[in-house]
């Protein structure tokens, strides 16, 4: 992620937290379309440095089972300065959570259930441009 026109990293880790919904979490299990989850991962990189040029990203999301307080997915961007970096990582993790073909069920004391992924169309202008006001609060 360093290079010599890179002021600023900014990195932002997901966490398995032990709860959700008011119930206690006792783990997760990731699944994805493992062809097209890296394409659009790799997208969502491309779209961010189209929106912050000089930004270069890192995404990875982790699929499989995954136990409380383990890191599921791991973004890193660096830009030439500061407030490029953190808006870029931001938007990027919103666009994971819109386009992203990654699912999660989620495991409690009692059961378990599918939570909702990524619904938006990638090409959905309306959902990118929600995403750019999100990173740029």
């Known amino acids: 992620m ?5 002021g600023a990293v900014v990195t932002f880790l997901g966490v398995v937290r032990n709860h959700n919904a008011g119930r206690r979490v006792r783990y997760l299990e990731y699944d994805a379309y493992e062809p097209l989850a890296v394409k659009v991962l790799q997208r969502i990189a491309g779209e961010a440095r189209g929106r912050w040029p000089g930004a270069r990203l890192a995404i990875h999301h982790r699929i499989g089972r995954l136990e409380i307080g383990e890191a599921s997915v791991a973004i890193a961007a660096a830009a030439p300065h ?3 970096a ?4 931001r938007y990027a993790i919103e666009r994971v959570k819109q386009i992203a073909p990654i ?7 009692g059961g378990d259930v599918w939570i909702e992924g990524a619904t938006a169309d990638p ?6 441009a929600e995403a750019e006001r999100a990173a740029c609060v």
């Open 123 to 128: 090409d959905d202008d309306r959902a990118r």
């Open 82 to 84: 500061r407030g490029d």
């Open 103 to 109: 699912w999660k069920r989620e495991f409690f004391e």
């Open 86 to 89: 953190f808006a870029a990582c």
């Open 2 to 6: 360093r290079s010599g026109q890179a």
